[in-house]
């Protein structure tokens, strides 16, 4: 029988990430998702042509603090969001996660959504910087390829 779009996904997740057993990454549950709508609305994004998810972006906005202590190793991820106050000005984007199903890779579609997505935040907060933590070559690709049309500084953890 064949997976579902979501069912891939989710299987994508594990593979890529393995947050459940990587006590310094987010899980993304029902806890964590209620925060980051709370944050702004553009937090997650997905890609769908009606068959389920294709691509999933999730971006956190928080302030230049955090940004530092989490690439200091301070705080991990899941700090961060926990930390991330609400209703205060945000002048940092998190890059935290872009998945895409193999056969939608390299069309666009992760860095058009993820732009989207910045610029509906910078509606509201004045975005200076990107900061990611690469797990990937692609990953790493994709958030130097946003910072580069964005014109964000773009800063990376070790």
């Known amino acids: 029988m064949t997976k579902s779009n979501f069912e891939r996904m989710i299987q994508l997740a594990d593979k890529s990430f393995d947050a459940r057993h990587d006590p310094d ?6 806890n964590a998702i209620k925060k980051l709508h709370l944050l702004h609305p553009a937090t997650l ?9 294709l691509v ?20 991990n991820e899941k700090k961060l ?5 609400l209703n205060v000005s945000y002048d ?10 193999p056969e939608y890779r390299g069309k666009g579609i992760a860095k058009r959504l993820t732009i989207e997505a910045i ?3 910078q509606k509201t907060h004045n975005i200076k910087t990107l900061f990611v933590w690469p ?4 990953g790493e690709r ?9 014109g964000l500084k773009l800063l990376k953890k070790k």
């Open 25 to 30: 990454q987010l899980d993304v549950n029902e």
């Open 45 to 53: 994004s997905e890609f769908n042509e009606g068959t389920g998810p």
């Open 56 to 75: 999933w972006i999730l971006i956190i906005p928080t302030t230049e603090d955090l940004m530092k202590q989490f690439l200091k190793n301070k705080i």
């Open 81 to 85: 969001l926990d930390l991330t106050p």
């Open 92 to 101: 940092c984007i998190y890059l935290c996660s872009a998945m895409v199903l």
């Open 119 to 121: 610029e509906a935040i």
């Open 135 to 138: 797990f990937s070559k692609e």
């Open 142 to 150: 994709l958030a130097e390829s946003i910072a580069k049309t964005t």
